[in-house]
Structure formats: C-alpha cells, structure tokens
C-alpha cells in the first residue's frame, strides 16, 4: 500500500528536508534534496515504468547509472520531476482520483494528436498544453 501524501513534494523531496521549508510553493533544490528512489516511487503512482520517467526529466540510460550509484537526482533533474508531479497533482484534483488522473495522462489523447499527454511533460511549453487542457476539463470545455 501507498502511503498518503499531501503534495507530490511530500514524495520527492526528503522528509527531513521538507520539514526545514516554510512554505509548500517554494522548495529549495538543491544537490542532495531529491532521493534516487523517487523516480521508482513516482513511476508506480503514474503507471509507467522508470525509463518512461527518466526519458521525461532528460536522464539517458548511462546517466541513470550514475544518479542511482550516487543515489540522489542533480537539481535540473529534480526539478524536472516535480514539474510532472505538479501536473499529477493537479489532474488528480480535478479527475477526483490519482489512478484516474495517471490514466488520463498516460492514455493518447485526440487533443494531443492521440499521443498521451505525459509525452508532453518533457517540456515547460508541453507542460502548459496538458495544464490548460486539464483547466478546460475541469470547467466543461471539450474540444
């Protein structure tokens, strides 16, 4: 069973860490903030496997190696992987559940020219596309 997490930087960012930060929209990252383990963790909650995720945040095969041996993301990765979670959490508000909201990511999409809406997470444009798609479901606004 998955534990319960109020915000995805529940799940990303270090407990300890967290605990240090004031404010819930702003989150220092820096080397050593991110644990490796996240990106298996946060893979599980959205239904794909790792590499799906590390082709996402920009992290190729041979990369991986190294963050897993070191055992925490750079901060440009970490913050890539956040940018995802702040999506998940705001489908999941707005779909009522979070496997609905990772199935609608991860299913293609007419919008996204039948390509799944999580492809479009590798970058700040294609984040904005999904959000506002997602704005548009939560007020009724098909295409």
Known sequence: MMKAVSSVLDLVVEPKRRQKEKNDQ??????????WSAVNAFSKRLGVEPPVLLKLIGITERTALRRKAKG????????RL??????L???????GEESRAAGWLSDPS?????TPPLQYLDSDGGTQAVLQEVGRIEYGLFA
């Open 26 to 35: 702003f989150v220092d990252i820096g080397p050593r903030t991110v644990p």
């Open 72 to 79: 925490y993301l750079k901060p440009d990765e970490a913050d």
């Open 82 to 87: 956040l940018r995802i979670g702040r999506v």
């Open 89 to 95: 959490e705001e489908a999941t508000r707005v779909f």
């Open 110 to 114: 007419p919008i996204f020219y039948d």
